[in-house]
């Protein structure tokens, strides 16, 4: 009988936008070995991967063949776009019952907000509804653009639908938002907050865990920490080169003393010296840290 | 005492809207009924219909294949949008319906895809986009095709 389910987020930067399937094999390998820790170190029961193609999905399987592990493949190759995502899960733990990638059509062409995975609990019997996100860049979609609070009305959207249509409590929101938990994006469109007194009185918000996550924990002048704080990565920016892109976000449910609660004391960024060696390293193409975060059962 | 009367306005607005976008997706499916009627010369329709499906059961513990193939299969009903024949029937489906007590949104789901509508546009677009697929043309012509088929009536 397991009590908990671990969940991890991983920007893998193997198939970025346009520059698909072009990694090198010290890159894949290190991913590899990077999903061997999270299983190994971190005891993580589902991971949710991003910039992956069809190629590198089929690369990670190699790695679960006989093992308790089952990958579904989420890329999804709509038209000219593409999304990028696969989640890899204990399939003892956790039974697929079907997935959906939330779409809307506007006047010119589609936006996706997030692949919808409807999973049941084997154990329990009890459903639990993953949302695995990889919002557009930055580099194409500014911070103001009106885009990102389009999708994080989408999201929203479909989160009411689960919640209110379907009667599903348990709900978890991982993604690359390429927005931080304080733009609008996230709060006034998805409505995830970081006030967890609000959430149990109003069980529509969300709540986001990964407020806490912005800054690393040294206090000046001590500066031993690696990381800086944050998931993602950008040695060029002018005023902060870490952000804090990657998030996992979970229903009020998880709050409210249900029978699975967020053990917050689990929720962390994911790092060591080597992958903070490659992440600050030019050459290197990889430039997220993986996302950890634990529900337990009362 | 605590005045109510306010709350109660809001309720009632809400209910009203509700009504009004439940009026207006249904024009839009009898506005797309009435054009699938026009070009298939009244011989298929188009309308939601409630469908019936397996739901998937863990199977008995301990595992009996012999005691599980005599339970018979959870149903659950849905709704869904279909193209029927000219009397309303054999519904072919086209896509899975759910929509908010709200009226807006609704969410129309095929293809791995849940298409998301806000408001009318959103769901002119979404609908659009599902009739212009191969499917919905193959249910169509299969409606007429059938219909075309004449009837195994004895010869008097």
Same mark, same amino acid.
């Given at each position: 009988m397991s009590n908990k389910i671990t969940f991890s987020w991983w920007n893998t930067s193997l198939s970025p936008h346009t520059k698909e399937n072009l990694s090198s094999d010290e890159h894949k390998a290190f991913v590899l070995v990077t999903l061997w820790r999270l299983i190994n170190e971190k005891s993580v029961d589902v991971i949710c991967l991003c910039e992956v193609s069809t190629a590198d999905v089929e690369y990670i399987s190699g790695m679960f063949n006989g093992s308790e592990f089952s990958i579904y493949d989420g890329t999804v190759y709509d038209g000219r776009k593409r999304y990028d995502i696969c989640t890899i899960y204990k399939s003892n733990l956790l039974q697929i019952i079907n997935t959906d990638l939330i779409t809307k059509i506007q006047p010119d062409g589609k936006i996706h907000a997030a692949q919808e995975l409807n999973f049941q609990i084997k154990e329990f019997q009890e459903p639990i509804t993953l949302y695995v996100a990889h919002w557009v860049s930055r580099l194409h979609v500014s911070e103001d653009d009106t885009l990102r609070i389009q999708l994080g009305t989408l999201l929203m959207d479909a989160v009411s639908a689960s919640i209110e249509q379907r009667n599903i409590e348990n709900i978890v929101i991982l993604g690359d938002f390429n927005d931080e938990p304080f733009n609008k994006s996230l !709060?006034?469109?998805?409505? #995830? !907050? *970081?006030d967890t007194f609000l959430v149990k009185k109003k069980p529509r918000l969300l709540y986001n865990p990964f407020w806490r996550l912005m800054v690393n924990k040294d206090l000046h002048p001590c500066t031993t920490e690696l990381w800086g704080g944050g998931t993602y990565y950008h *040695? =060029? =920016? *002018? !005023? #902060?080169?870490? *952000?804090?892109?990657d998030q996992i976000i979970f229903s009020s449910s998880f709050l409210r003393g249900n029978t699975w609660y967020l053990n917050e004391e689990k929720t962390e960024v994911y790092y060591n010296k080597e992958i903070i060696r490659l992440i600050t390293n030019t050459n290197s193409k990889l430039d997220h840290l993986p996302v950890i975060s634990s529900i337990e059962r009362y | 005492m605590k005045n109510f009367k306010d709350s109660l306005k809001a309720g009632i607005e809400a209910a009203q809207e509700a009504e009004r976008n439940k009026k207006e997706i249904t024009l839009i499916f009898d506005n797309i009924n009435a054009q699938v009627k026009d070009i298939s010369e009244n011989k298929a329709t188009f309308g939601k219909v409630t469908f019936k499906r397996a739901v998937d059961r863990e199977p008995s513990r301990p595992a009996n294949i012999f005691i599980d193939s005599f339970i018979p299969p959870k149903m659950e009903e849905f709704e869904g949008l279909a193209i029927l024949n000219g009397n309303k029937q054999n519904a072919i489906m086209l896509a899975e319906w759910e929509q908010n007590s709200a009226g807006y949104p609704c969410y129309i789901r095929y293809n791995g895809q849940k298409f998301i509508c806000q408001d009318k546009m959103d769901l002119e677009n979404s609908l659009s986009s599902l009739l212009e697929e191969v499917k919905t043309g193959e249910a169509i012509l299969e409606q007429i095709k059938k219909a075309n088929i004449p009837s195994d009536k004895p010869i008097s």
């Open positions: !709060t006034e469109a998805l409505f #995830s !907050t *970081k *040695k =060029n =920016n *002018k !005023t #902060s080169r870490w *952000k804090t892109f | -």
